[in-house]
């Protein structure tokens, strides 16, 4: 199991930047799909973006345009940077590890963004 801890979120004007990073270890990111996820209180969690583990990126028609996933095999992260954030992205942020060969997903505990005036 891929332990995964989210940091990066926070307060940010409309407009607005943020870079939300997810750090695990010990994981062997081309059995992997590595991705974004984000909540908010009383709805379903909806997909952000992801890295496939064939390399492919893959975004919600939402984000596209003002976010970018990466992944750094080296340290071992996987970055979401988001720019003109409005406050239809407010939510707390998931990161997601899914494994290509059992199926099962690794969750973060979450972080907050919030977009506000």
């Known amino acids: 199991q891929a332990r995964l801890v989210e940091s990066g979120g926070g307060l940010v004007q409309p407009g607005g930047s943020l870079r939300l990073s997810c750090a695990t270890s010990r994981v062997i990111f081309s059995n992997y799909h590595m991705g974004w996820y984000r909540q908010v209180p009383g709805q379903v969690r909806e997909f952000v973006a992801r890295?496939?583990?064939?390399?492919?990126?893959e975004y919600a028609d939402s984000v596209k345009g003002r976010f970018t996933v990466s992944a750094d095999n080296v340290a071992k992260t996987i970055d979401l940077q988001m720019n003109n954030l409005t406050p239809e992205d407010t939510a707390v942020y998931y990161c997601?590890?899914?494994?290509?060969?059992?199926?099962?997903?690794?969750w973060g505990q979450g972080t907050q963004v919030t977009v506000s005036s």
């Open positions: 890295i496939m583990r064939d390399g492919t990126i």
């Open positions: 997601n590890f899914q494994n290509y060969y059992t199926g099962y997903e690794n």
